[in-house]
């Protein structure tokens, strides 16, 4: 049994997709060159193309209708895995699902469909990559080719690239989604609107059956061989918890937020994380670059990997990647004793939710991958939700739903509810018993106002938690792209814009009503609007409009768009807009202050957090074991400003329980002044990185 993907932790594909000579011809490969790439690089892991995206094998495939790449004059694969083996390099086997140019050439009864009939193909600015479809003769195709290269190569692990299921209208598709479902595929754009629930159902069924083929026939030739798919964290559980560990490309903003993202949706599934932007081969980016993209990976908890395009036409290799690939593992190596037995520190939990994905989606690519890489507006809302707790310095998790216990909750100080459209029945009792006795929750917009079959509800299903009625989304505005204004009541303390001005909402709002309820402790309401809409003189249209801008404030409205609910011994805000997306669009930026004052009153102790005047440059993760604290902080310059790392300040580490000493440990070493009887840790200023360890007590 192969267990090296949970030791290995510097991971690297020489991405090369190769057509056949004479465009590429592969007529220098040399084993030897490899090898010192393997060294200079400093990788404990390898991903190795067994079939690419041309379809073509680097090895002799016996599979009716398989191609070799005809420059390589011997077994590449067993070159490679040889050398592997002796260098104790993990070996990872690639294998290209849905993009398989030769077969699809060869093979057009296999080709993926538009409902025309045309062939799908993935339109891209350099490639244009046809796709086949897994429910033809394809799916045998794939599995006897991957039982051929288990068998051959014995591998580590097998890693299968463009998985997904894509929208397909082939006449095994066709049948097989109406047997399902008992209606036609639909095609057309409205209709598939009305019936994303079941087709993005129908699409995941057919990822994980697939799957389970996969499984059953390779663990069947080694059962030992550990299976992983790319984009790993962005499908269901169900798929999820079929793989051995979870792999994922970044898809979220960057690498920092990406990884938080993967490693808390593949909890005990050993998560790595593998950019293709950390690098590109010819207009090199500077090894600070590098250093920051790839230790964010390690210091938001995931295993690290990165591809590129580091091979020549001829089979030769461009060894300054594997240079400047050796500087970065060389000093991820030197942190690794920090990096591991340790989990993220809790304080605010951020609720995600599979059964949400669906909604809202304003279209679907018919391409599995591009359907990840658009994200759905939960997910948008999430990396809002991230933002808005790394800006603030607090420890943040993602919270699977299908995760929740009545006691993990209990260990957050605060819960955000990030458009989280679809609450099931277990987790409205889960969240009101969390409430009940004693904790935070902030929810947004259209959270909890969907069934999972994507009909809107006319309550949210956390109206009770909310404080209020029937909901309704007000768009009469949405082509002003500011559909509303905030306008604060007089009596609360708000600082930011909300203080000096009425910021506005993005182009959708929902229309509530406060409910009248007594508080237990006295005889006031336990409700309170903190928050009220105006909204915007004129909606514009072709006769209608003022000026160069957004229309301006004109009606004031008594709807609420801050609701304040002391709810038992707990409370919840609930902002009546999709306050967490639009902090994701970076382009409200009052939305940080407003963040800020609701943590305010909220109250809630992180048992850590970072205080800095720079919230922005620096980035703050938060682990722990049982006796110590462990505080990674990488600064963004490097990435923003072409590898520029002047030192900045670093402010501070504050506890709620005192600690007993703090030091830093990397990049060297040195014992830090400790405050505030042990609650305070002075940070000395950094450059690139750096990594700080407080003994508790
Ligand atoms: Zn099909």
Known sequence: MSSKYKNSKRCYLIDHHSPQPPVVTLDQLNISEYEQFFDTSHIDSLMVYCKDHWGVTYYDSKV?????????????????????????????AYYCIEYDEGAARQFPQWRARKPDG???????EFARWSLCCYQTGYREYCLSQMEEIVQNYNPDALFMDIFGSSLCYCEKCREK???????????DE???????????????????????????????VNPGLAITVNFSCHYPKPVRDLLDYQFSEPLLKDNWFSSAYARDTAIGQYPILVPGEASQVYNYDTVSQY??????????????????????????????????????????????????????????????????????????????????????????????????????????????????TKSLLKEYDMLLLPEVYVIQAATVSLLEDYVAAGGCLISSGQTGLWNADSTLRECSALHRLFGCGPAKVHREYTSNRWSAYLRPDSSQPFTGLIACTTPPVSEHFLEVEALSEKSSQSAESSIMEMLHFDLPCVSCDSDHWVNWWSPPPGKKTNYPALLHH???????????FDFFTMAGTEKYPYTNDLFTDLLLKAQIQPPVRHRTDTPDIIRTAFFETETEYIIHQIS??????????????????????PVESAKLVYPQQEDLTLSGNGTCAALPPFTLQQIILCKKK
């Open 190 to 220: 409205a209709d598939i609107r009305l019936h994303m629930s079941d087709m993005i159902d129908f699409l995941d069924d057919n990822a994980q059956e697939f799957l389970l083929d996969v499984k059953q026939r390779l663990k069947a």
């Open 291 to 404: 250093l920051c993209d790839l230790s964010s990976i390690a210091a938001q908890g995931c295993r690290v990997g990165m591809y590129s395009g580091s091979q020549h036409a001829d089979g030769t290799l461009d060894m300054e990647e594997a240079k400047r690939l050796g500087v970065v593992y060389t000093a991820l190596e030197e942190m690794e004793p920090y990096l591991t037995n340790r989990t993220p520190v809790k304080s605010i939990g951020i609720l995600q939710s599979d059964c949400s994905k669906a909604v809202n989606m304003p279209t679907l690519s018919a391409d599995a991958i591009l359907r990840m890489k658009r994200h759905n507006p939960h997910l948008n809302a999430i990396l809002g939700a991230m933002q808005l707790c790394e800006y603030a310095k607090i420890p943040y998790n993602i919270l699977p739903e299908s995760c929740l």
């Open 177 to 187: 989604f109406h047997s399902a479902y008992g209606y036609d595929l639909p095609s």
């Open 636 to 657: 963004m310059l490097p990435k923003r400003f072409h590898g520029d790392t002047p030192p900045i300040p670093a402010g501070e580490i504050m506890f709620k329980n």
């Open 64 to 92: 009716e209708g398989a191609r070799k790449h005809q420059g390589l004059k011997t077994d590449w694969i067993q070159e490679i895995s040889t050398v592997l083996k002796k260098k104790k390099i993990e070996f990872i």
């Open 566 to 576: 002391l709810f038992q011994k707990g409370h919840v805000f609930y902002l009546a």
């Open 118 to 124: 045309a062939p799908l193909i993935r339109e891209d």
